[in-house]
């Protein structure tokens, strides 16, 4: 039954061969990376383990290579491609290329992959993919948000979980834990605190849907922003509710017209009341474990306790590190709940401090093209929600490691900064072959036999009929059938909008 991984695959294939791979990634890679756990795997002698994720991502990958022909390399693209160079390197030290292989195609198709879909994609098709990129994310994610009300009240998670431990037994994850008298809500994403981080992601995407307008029905939309807030709530997870903070903080600044007043009333905010709740944090950790005075506090004090155990094992190979979940357990304290620290034991410093590196690069250029654009779409709003959401996944890794479907949504996202970037930096979005096709209806475009933009029609699709003019002195009447978007992208599903 385990085969049932692969479907994806073909479904994706089939989606980029009668449509684009645009569409695919909307309609397959979003549920699939939204829906369904990612741990489940077709394991097979000889070859990789393949999940769904991974499925989904590689004919998507293969058919945007061979329609995406304008890509300007970045430095971002070079950190991306050192860190995985580094990882694998700091594995081969300890393992042989037969054990390494299932870890290198991981990273390839949860990290490189997405980067570059999202990148090439979202810098091909223009500012119609990127609202259809957010509200995908956003109408998933308040989906498994509504799903999961069952599992905070009842404890049991039957549709995300239950469902799929009968396909692959002994190999879905879940754990369930309970705050307060209620279970901490997971959905398909293996621990609450990765689903707080998800839902944070959703209510920062859905926070600049709003604001700009980008759904027809604002009561549907504020539905959509409570519904997120909902699920991040049943997380009960801390760290994910201080990372959607900081974003949300960035995004009073970005979205406001006085960016100065902003500034100035985030920094009091944060100066009387950020400062003296460090100093009160400061104070709360520093406890030994057995000397915490309740749940919230000895969680507090183990991640600040795992730090002291665990960097004298760090500083033994402090370069490269032990490869993956090679190094010693110190005192029992198996579970590193730290992305920076379990990064560096497991692949050094150096790895680490490219990943700070790509995350802070990606920050800084982000600030700063989202202050000086302007516009509604292509604007320094999109710019600064992208800054608030990878600030958000930064913050929240360090309660947690970067795992399940967290690390592909956090390249997803830097590609997609990385296509808004460059097109600020001159890269013109008319000259995409999408936009071509829909300009120019018969001009030859760069789409390999098999694949056409969104825009083109099915083979022997009609046409709608063009509208008479109206009668002198009366309003032109709204043309029928479906009207193509800027971009060339014809509308996305009744459920995108």
């Known amino acids: 039954m385990d085969v049932v991984a692969v479907a994806p695959a073909l479904l994706a294939l089939a989606v980029c061969l009668l ?38 991502i590689l004919p998507i990958a293969f058919t945007t290579a061979l329609t ?40 390839v198709c949860l990290m490189v992959l997405p980067y570059a879909v999202a990148r090439g994609l979202v810098q091909q098709a223009g500012a119609d993919l990127r609202v259809h990129m957010a509200r995908s994310i956003v109408v ?16 049991s998670n039957p549709l995300f979980v239950g469902l799929w431990e009968a396909v ?22 293996t621990h609450s605190i990765l689903a707080g981080i998800l ?3 959703g209510v920062l995407l859905q926070v600049w849907l709003h604001a700009g307008r980008h759904w027809r029905n604002r009561h549907f939309s504020l539905l959509l922003l409570c519904m997120l807030c909902m699920g991040s709530l049943m997380t009960l997870s801390r760290g994910p509710w201080i990372g959607l903070a ?41 406890v030994d474990l057995a000397d915490a005075g309740s749940e919230m506090q000895a969680n507090a004090a183990y991640r600040r306790e795992i730090f002291d155990l665990y960097t004298p094992t760090l ?56 202050l000086v654009r302007k516009g509604r779409l292509d604007d320094g709003r999109l710019a600064i929600t992208l800054l608030a959401a990878i600030l958000c996944v930064g913050v929240s890794i360090g309660t947690v490691w ?61 046409r709608p009929l063009a509208a008479a003019p109206p009668p002198m002195g009366l309003p032109s009447p709204v043309p029928p059938g479906p009207m193509a978007l800027p971009g060339g992208i014809t509308p996305a599903p009744r459920w995108l909008t």
């Open 315 to 370: 500083m033994q190979r402090p370069w490269l590190g032990w490869g993956v979940g090679g190094w010693p357990t110190v005192r029992n304290r198996e579970s590193v709940d730290n992305q920076y620290l379990l990064m560096s034991l497991d692949h050094g410093l150096l790895t680490t401090g490219v990943f700070v590196l790509l995350l802070g690069s990606a920050l800084v250029r982000l600030l700063r093209h989202g």
């Open 68 to 107: 995406v022909r304008r890509w300007r390399p970045s430095a971002m693209d070079g950190l991306v491609l050192l860190l995985l160079l580094l990882r694998t390197l700091s594995q081969l030290r300890t393992d042989t290329w037969k054990d390494t292989q299932d870890n290198v195609f991981d990273w």
């Open 199 to 201: 839902f944070g992601v």
């Open 402 to 462: 970067l795992g399940a479907q967290t690390m592909p949504l956090l390249f997803l996202l830097l590609g997609w900064a990385e296509s808004v970037l460059q097109a600020g930096a001159g890269q013109p979005a008319a000259a995409d072959p999408m936009r071509a096709a829909a300009v120019h209806p018969g001009r030859a475009t760069d789409h390999p036999p098999g694949l056409r933009p969104l825009s083109a029609p099915a083979p022997g699709a009609m």
């Open 140 to 155: 998933l994610l308040a989906f498994v948000a509504l799903l999961s009300v069952w599992e905070f009240r009842m404890g």
């Open 19 to 56: 449509s684009s791979p645009a569409r695919a990634l909307l309609l397959v890679y979003m549920p699939v990376l939204l829906l369904l756990p990612a741990h489940p795997r077709w394991v097979q002698a000889g070859l990789p383990d393949l999940g769904f994720l991974h499925a989904a």
């Open 246 to 286: 900081a974003g949300l903080g960035c995004m009073l600044v970005g979205f406001s017209r006085d960016r100065r007043r902003a500034v100035v009333t985030l920094a009091v905010l944060l100066v009387f009341l950020g400062l003296p709740a460090m100093l009160a944090l400061r104070d709360y950790v520093a």
């Open 168 to 189: 692959f037994p002994s190999q879905v994850r879940y754990l369930n834990q309970y705050r307060g008298g209620f279970a901490r809500v997971t959905g398909p994403f």
